[in-house]
């Protein structure tokens, strides 16, 4: 199995996980053996500072990902990954390796569309090229889903306190 992670650095298996998969600045590959690490690649992103609809996910398809892993991702982009047979999984967070332990684990799983997604009323989709190349509404996306992964890291911390 091979698993595709949105990554801000990298960094292989160390990599800090990218809130946003299509402005992610790297992907990490990870090949899967079982549960078994086999082998480990970090790739630029080609569409980093740009992209049209569609064109990150065509990129993950033809590395032969079976599994995107990333912090969030529009509706748009959760159905081209479906058309193409990939499965998308939002709600990552941390480094590659923690958030590859949590998918194996069963703790992370499924996609929804990101917040900023559905905040601007586009229901699960996107209108075309909206976001991609907004400083502004990509700052904001990140600081919401970090804030998202505080309270999350919270809640854990809160749990083994008690």
């Known amino acids: 199995m091979r698993i595709a992670v949105s ?7 160390d990599s800090v996980v990218s809130p946003h998969f299509g402005r992610c600045p790297y992907f990490v590959l990870v090949d899967l053996d079982g549960r078994e690490v086999k ?24 590395q032969g990902a079976d599994v995107m892993l990333t912090g969030g991702m529009g509706g748009r982009a959760i159905a081209f990954f479906q058309q193409f047979g990939v499965q998308a999984v939002t709600g990552a967070y941390g480094t590659v390796r923690r958030s590859l332990e949590m998918f194996l684990g069963g703790e992370l799983q499924g996609a929804e569309p990101c917040h900023e997604s559905v905040e601007h009323g586009h229901g699960d989709i996107p209108e075309e090229g909206e976001y991609e190349h907004d400083e502004v509404g990509r700052l904001r996306e990140e600081a919401e889903s970090l804030r998202q992964q505080l309270a999350e890291v919270e809640r854990r911390l809160g749990r083994l306190a008690e």
Do not use: E, R
């Open 7 to 13: 990554a801000d650095n990298a960094n292989g298996l």
């Open 39 to 62: 082998q480990v690649q970090s790739l630029p992103n080609p569409f980093y500072n740009y992209h049209q609809p569609g064109q990150v996910p065509s990129f993950i398809h033809s």
